[in-house]
């Protein structure tokens, strides 16, 4: 099992910049992907962009590609999610997540972080 805590996040203006961390422990060399999901007030939680362990390749979500970036710090067991041009749309519960390799399935997940943005 992979353990997950999440930092980051908060309330900035439109336009503006957040990141967010996840930190990973436990049996992380058994991870299949890393990915980043966020839920709505009123939604159903959607997926904003994943991370392949094994060779770093990424992908995103429609909505964020080309404003968010995953990445991740090997040293650190830590990814990330840098979130620019942030809309108020953007506002919601962020979650961080991993899938381990024997199920491919997001099944591990973080406590959760609130971003806000406001107009």
């Known amino acids: 099992q992979v353990q997950l805590v999440q930092s980051g996040g908060g309330l900035v203006q439109a336009g503006g910049s957040l990141r967010l961390s996840c930190a990973a422990s436990?049996?992380?060399?058994?991870?299949?992907?890393m990915g980043w999901f966020r839920r709505a007030p009123g939604k159903e939680r959607e997926f904003v962009a994943q991370?392949?362990?094994?060779?770093?390749?990424?992908n995103y979500a429609d909505s964020v590609k080309g404003r968010f970036t995953i990445s991740r710090d090997n040293a650190k067991n830590t990814v990330y999610l840098q979130m620019n041009s942030l809309k108020p749309e953007d506002t919601a519960l962020y979650y961080c997540?991993?899938?381990?390799?024997?199920?491919?399935?997001?099944?591990?997940w973080g406590q959760g972080t609130q971003v806000t943005v406001s107009s």
């Open positions: 991370l392949m362990w094994s060779d770093s390749r990424t």
């Open positions: 436990g049996r992380t060399f058994s991870t299949y992907a």
């Open positions: 997540a991993a899938a381990p390799t024997i199920t491919r399935t997001y099944n591990q």
